[in-house]
């Protein structure tokens, strides 16, 4: 079984950075094929950030190119979502996310609220 802790939300004004970190507890004896970070605006759909596989192959949101940078550290089975930029549409609860292929299993974060508003 995978925990997935979040770290890192708040408010910050457009145009400012913040950083959001998420570690994967439990007894993990396997390989974490995939870390990243989803997010869900009110009224919206959960919607993909960016991801990062185990070989360090990154996805991200067409929104978010060039101001968000993804990494992980695959020792500590931690991932963190740099971001730079920040405008109010990026407002939104932003979930971590694991995928373990052997288990063919998903595992979510509790998520955790950025606001970007002046």
């Known amino acids: 079984q995978v925990q997935l802790v979040e770290s890192g939300g708040g408010l910050v004004q457009p145009g400012g950075s913040l950083r959001l970190s998420c570690a994967a507890t439990?007894?993990?004896?396997?390989?974490?094929?995939?870390m990243g970070w989803y997010r869900q605006a009110p009224g919206k759909e959960r919607d993909l950030v960016a991801t990062?596989?185990?070989?360090?192959?990154?996805d991200y949101a067409d929104s978010v190119k060039g101001r968000f940078t993804v990494s992980r550290d695959n020792a500590k089975n931690t991932v963190s979502l740099q971001m730079y930029g920040l405008k109010p549409e990026d407002t939104a609860v932003y979930y971590c996310?694991?995928?373990?292929?052997?288990?063919?299993?998903?595992?979510w974060g509790q998520g955790t609220q950025v606001t970007v508003s002046s």
């Open positions: 990062i596989t185990s070989g360090g192959s990154t």
């Open positions: 996310y694991a995928r373990v292929d052997i288990f063919s299993k998903n595992y």
């Open positions: 439990g007894r993990i004896f396997f390989s974490i094929n995939v």
